[in-house]
Each structure stands twice: as structure tokens, then as C-alpha cells.
T-cell receptor, first 117, second 111 residues
Framework: AAGVIQSPRHLIKEKRETATLKCYPIPRHDTVYWYQQGPGQDPQFLISFYEKMQSDKGSIPDRFSAQQFSDYHSELNMSSLELGDSALYFC????????????????FGEGSRLTVL | QKEVEQNSGPLSVPEGAIASLNCTYSDRGSQSFFWYRQYSGKSPELIMFIYSNGDKEDGRFTAQLNKASQYVSLLIRDSQPSDSATYLCAVFRDSSYKLIFGSGTRLLVRP
């Protein structure tokens, strides 16, 4: 079965550069969540989208922006990268904003590992 | 105080034993509770999901939820070395439609 696809899987950038991460949700899923997980940390919620509209915003720096496109894929854009941005970035998808609360059907991608040098 | 609290561990158990992982949460409005297993550098993998008080069993795994005490636990029977991982407790708040994660408990199953 198709899963959540994230690209690139690994990315190395210099400080002050820009990076873009992409997330392709499971077919028919209309909701995407972005999480950031630093080394030894728990996943921190960044932002979510439902039907191409931002539905919630967490601890996402102003240097970051994201959007969901008409085909439901999402992109996380990170500018003026800092060393502290080095982390695993996970995308998860679900069908509907809250449906997974009753079904448990929230699926994570394999993650994109960003290293800022 | 974090919204979802877990003992960071490591919790070390011998192979074949029962591993008991605990999680408390602060928001009484929390609706659903998730246990994810995460191997180092990998994505979280859903192990159990529960939203009603009581026990829910799936194979070697049992989730227990007590909303009055704001407590959810995960029992792993017949622990295997392959169960060695970090177990993340996550809580869904319908007020914000997102999962809030605990810091995770590292489980080590000794052969």
C-alpha cells in the first residue's frame, strides 16, 4: 500500500541557506502535519493543513513557511538556516482533521534528515 | 510541566518479561491516546491506539487508559530484543486537532 513519501531523505545545508522539504500524503488523505524532532527530543508539532488551508500552527519559526498544494502534497520551506534547525522532519497524513482520533489512522513518512553545517 | 509526561528510562527488562510503560497527561479534554514505537533515526510507528477507558489488547501489546487519573500505559508481554526502541506516548486534543507527544521512554530488552 502507498505510504507517506517525503523527499529528500537527507539534506545537508550551510548556515543561512534555504531548504525545502516535500511531503506526499497517502492517496485520498487531505490533511498533512509537520513535526520536527531534534536529537534525543520528542517530535514537536510545527504546522498542519487541511484541504489546502492551514489548520493549526505550533512552534514553527518565522523563518519557516509551508503550504499544501491542490494535489494535497505539502512543502516546508526553511530559510536563513541555523545550526539548531538540524533535525528529523516528519510529515504525517490523515483523512480529515480529527477522524484519526477515532480510527488511529495517522501515518508518518520516513522523515527528512536536515543537517546544517 | 509538559502536557504529556513519560519517564525517559531506559527501562531494562529481560527477554520474555513484561515491560510496563507509563504516560500521564495534563489536559482533561484529551480524547485519544496513541503509543508509537520509534527506532533510532526512523519514523514513529503506531503500536496501539485507545480512546475508551479500560484495556485494549492487540497481540503482545495491551494499552490501558484511565481518564479519571489521566493515565495511559502500555504493556508488552513476552518482550523481545527487537522491542528495544523508544516508545512515544501521544495525546490527541480535539480542541486543536493535533497530536502532542511525550518525550518517550527508551526500552531495552536484554537477551
Amino acid at each position: 500500500a502507498a505510504g507517506v513519501i517525503q523527499s529528500p531523505r537527507h539534506l545537508i545545508k550551510e548556515k543561512r541557506e534555504t531548504a525545502t522539504l516535500k511531503c506526499y500524503p497517502i492517496p485520498r488523505h487531505d490533511t498533512v502535519y509537520w513535526y520536527q524532532q531534534g536529537p534525543g527530543q520528542d517530535p514537536q508539532f510545527l504546522i498542519s493543513f487541511y484541504e489546502k488551508m492551514q489548520s493549526d500552527k505550533g512552534s514553527i519559526p518565522d523563518r519557516f513557511s509551508a503550504q499544501q498544494f491542490s494535489d494535497y502534497h505539502s512543502e516546508l520551506n526553511m530559510s536563513s538556516l541555523e545550526l539548531g534547525d538540524s533535525a528529523l522532519y516528519f510529515c504525517a497524513s490523515s483523512l480529515g482533521l480529527a477522524a484519526f482520533a477515532n480510527t488511529g489512522e495517522l501515518f508518518f513518512g520516513e522523515g527528512s534528515r536536515l543537517t546544517v553545517l | 510541566q509538559k502536557e504529556v509526561e513519560q519517564n525517559s528510562g531506559p527501562l531494562s527488562v529481560p527477554e520474555g518479561a513484561i515491560a510496563s510503560l507509563n504516560c500521564t497527561y495534563s489536559d482533561r479534554g484529551s480524547q485519544s491516546f496513541f503509543w508509537y514505537r520509534q527506532y533510532s533515526g526512523k519514523s514513529p510507528e503506531l503500536i496501539m491506539f485507545i480512546y475508551s477507558n479500560g484495556d485494549k489488547e492487540d497481540g503482545r501489546f495491551t494499552a490501558q487508559l484511565n481518564k479519571a487519573s489521566q493515565y495511559v500505559s502500555l504493556l508488552i508481554r513476552d518482550s523481545q530484543p527487537s522491542d528495544s526502541a523508544t516508545y512515544l506516548c501521544a495525546v490527541f486534543r480535539d480542541s486543536s486537532y493535533k497530536l502532542i507527544f511525550g518525550s518517550g521512554t527508551r526500552l531495552l530488552v536484554r537477551p
